[in-house]
C-alpha cells in the first residue's frame, strides 16, 4: 500500500507572536521532501492567518484544532467552520483527548464536527485513544471500535477520502494531566492502526482501509520517530512537546523515514 506520511505539528495553546516569527525563522522548509511528506501546522485560532502567512509559497498547511458543530448563531467565543475555510485552513484537529477530557466532548459531538467540516471542504483529523486504565483492563480494542464506529457514523465512503484517523493513546502523552509517564512503543502502536485498519474495512470497504491515513500520536519525538515511521500501518504523526521548537520539530520531520 502506497505510503502517506503526514508531520502535524499542534502547538495547542502554546506559541505567542514572537514565539511563531522565530519559529518560522529558522525552518528549512528547504530540507523538506515536499513529495513524501506533508506537513502541517496547527496554532491557535487567533494565529491561523499569520501561520498562513508566514509559510508563504512553502509547501505546507494548516489546520484549526477545533471547530463548532453549527453552521453560524449565539455561541459566544466558537468559531464555525466556514469561518475557518474562509480564512485557508485545509485541515482541522478533532476529538483530541484533551478536548474530551477538559471540554467533555463526546462521540457525537465529534461525528457532528466532523460533519460540518466535510461540508464546508476542511479535511478533519479525527482523534481516539484509549485510557492508562482502560489499557490496563484489556480494553483498548473494544474503546477504538467503540470511538471509531459512533465518530464516523453516517460519514460515506466518499467522504473518508478527506479524512485522517489519529491513534493518541492518553496515557502515552507526556503533556496529558494524568500522565503515567509511559510511553508506547512502534511495534505496539503498529498493532492497534492495523486494527484500526479492518474495522475501516467492516464499516466501509477495502478501498478506504488502504487508502485512508492513520497516524500516530503519543510523545513522538526525535528521538522515537523514526521506529513509528517504519511501520506498515503508521501513515504520520501527530506531534505536541516536540513540535514547539523548529530545531526539534525540523529533527523529526528529518528523522522521519519510511
Known amino acids: 500500500m502506497t505510503k502517506k506520511n503526514y508531520i502535524i505539528a499542534n502547538w495547542k495553546m502554546n506559541l505567542d507572536l514572537m514565539s511563531l516569527n522565530i519559529f518560522f525563522n529558522h525552518i528549512k522548509f528547504d530540507e523538506i521532501d515536499v513529495n513524501k511528506k506533508e506537513i502541517i501546522f496547527a496554532p491557535s485560532f487567533v494565529f491561523i492567518e499569520k501561520t498562513l502567512n508566514l509559510i508563504g509559497d512553502n509547501t505546507a498547511s494548516v489546520a484549526a484544532q477545533n471547530l463548532f458543530w453549527e453552521a453560524k448563531g449565539a455561541y459566544t467565543g466558537e468559531v464555525s467552520a466556514k469561518q475557518l475555510a474562509d ?8 476529538g483530541h483527548s484533551e478536548r474530551r477530557e477538559f ?3 463526546t462521540d457525537e ?8 467540516a466535510l461540508k464546508h471542504r476542511l479535511k478533519p483529523i479525527v ?10 483492563q484489556g480494553l483498548t480494542k473494544k474503546i477504538i471500535e467503540q470511538k471509531l464506529s459512533a ?7 466518499g467522504d473518508m477520502r478527506n479524512i485522517i484517523i489519529a491513534y493518541e493513546p492518553i496515557w502515552a502523552i507526556s503533556t496529558n494531566v494524568n500522565n503515567t509517564g509511559q510511553s508506547d512503543t512502534p511495534e505496539s502502536a503498529q ?5 484500526l485498519r479492518k474495522n475501516l474495512e467492516s464499516l466501509y470497504d477495502s478501498v478506504v482501509t488502504e487508502k ?15 521506529g513509528f515511521a ?3 500501518d503508521i501513515d504520520g504523526v501527530l506531534v505536541g512537546g516536540a513540535s514547539k521548537e523548529s530545531s526539534s520539530f525540523q529533527k523529526v520531520i528529518n528523522n522521519y523515514s519510511t
Do not use: Q
Not at 498493532?191 to 486494527?195: G, M, N, R
Not at 513522538?220 to 523514526?226: C, E, T
Open 87 to 94: 480564512i485557508g485552513c485545509k485541515y482541522v484537529i478533532l
Open 103 to 105: 471540554f467533555n466532548e
Open 109 to 116: 459531538m465529534i461525528n457532528a464536527k466532523i460533519k460540518l
Open 127 to 136: 482523534c481516539m485513544g484509549e485510557s492508562f486504565e482502560e489499557k490496563e
Open 151 to 157: 465518530c464516523l457514523s453516517e460519514i460515506s465512503t
Open 191 to 195: 498493532v492497534v492502526h492495523k486494527f
Open 212 to 226: 485512508t491515513p492513520i497516524i500516530y500520536g503519543g510523545s513522538v519525538d526525535a528521538d522515537n520517530v523514526g
Open 230 to 232: 517504519k511501520m506498515e
